[in-house]
């Protein structure tokens, strides 16, 4: 029985190996949510409430996608809103004019909309930490007596938004997010390995192998 536990992944600069698949489609509903974001994205100058909406749209979205690097894309929107914070106090001393400009605060919103949108497109794979029990998963329905310990780490792979799967550390069991019930759930062996084969050639809905436990791409 495997106990998995909350994700926290770590990106390239620290070890997460990140590919960019052969092929890539945009198949998922959180996909085409980000990238009507993009485009519906306002031109300079708004207002400081207007960007603020805008923050908080990103981390809606990042709360109801896959929790795949959650720390380092929640980092992302406490840098994003720390900014407009620091922005928004009145005092004209030489450190408030060192502060970021609005226009450059916008700039910043609109990267991390894009970097949002750049990780539906390739794998990620890192180590996940223990931190907060998911509740034991049951490899094939038995439940049986190798519980790993709390520190162990576990692999986690993302593909794109399609999966996000979890791999024991002896590599025999397997389990993936199904974001459907936020929760995570058995995954046979055989299919895991099939879906990384698979997603290599092309993250597609087509490359999802046939009776895969987990929803794809949709938390509807």
Same mark, same amino acid.
């Given at each position: ?10 990106? #390239? ?16 509903? #959180?996909?085409?949510?980000?990238? =009507?974001?993009?485009?519906? $994205? +306002?031109? =300079?100058?708004? %207002?400081? /409430? ?5 923050? $908080? ?7 109801? @996608?896959? +929790? ?17 914070? /620091? %922005? ?11 502060? +970021? ?19 539906? %497109? ?5 180590? =996940? *930490?223990?931190?907060?029990? $998911?509740? +034991? *998963? ?6 049986? @007596? ?30 993936? $997010? ?6 995570? *759930?058995? #995954?046979?062996? /055989?299919?895991?390995? /099939? ?5 290599? =050639? ?19």
């Amino acid at each position: 029985m495997i106990r998995i536990i909350a994700v926290t992944l770590v990106f #390239a600069v620290a070890g997460c190996a990140t590919q960019q698949p052969a092929e890539y489609e945009a198949a998922t509903e #959180a996909d085409q949510r980000i990238a =009507a974001m993009i485009v519906s $994205f +306002p031109q =300079a100058p708004v %207002s400081n /409430e207007a960007v603020v909406q805008l923050i $908080f749209d990103l981390e809606e979205f990042v709360m109801t @996608d896959l +929790p795949f690097a959650i720390s380092e894309r929640a980092g992302v929107i406490r840098t994003l809103q720390d900014a407009v914070s /620091e %922005s928004m106090q009145g005092d004209t001393s030489a450190a408030a004019r060192s502060r +970021p400009s609005a226009d450059h605060i916008l700039s910043m919103v609109r990267d991390a909309y894009l970097d949002e949108q750049a990780l539906g %497109s390739v794998i990620g794979s890192g180590q =996940a *930490i223990n931190e907060q029990a $998911f509740g +034991p *998963i049951i490899d094939n329905g038995q439940a049986n @007596d190798d519980v790993y310990a709390e520190s162990s780490l576990l692999r986690v792979t993302h593909y794109g938004r399609l999966a996000l799967v979890a791999e024991s550390p002896d590599g025999k069991q397997f389990a993936c $997010f199904d974001l459907a019930d936020s929760r995570w *759930i058995p #995954a046979p062996a /055989e299919q895991a390995v /099939e879906l990384a084969r698979n997603m290599r =050639a092309g993250l597609s809905r087509d490359n999802v192998p046939s009776g895969w436990p987990c929803a794809v791409g949709s938390n509807q």
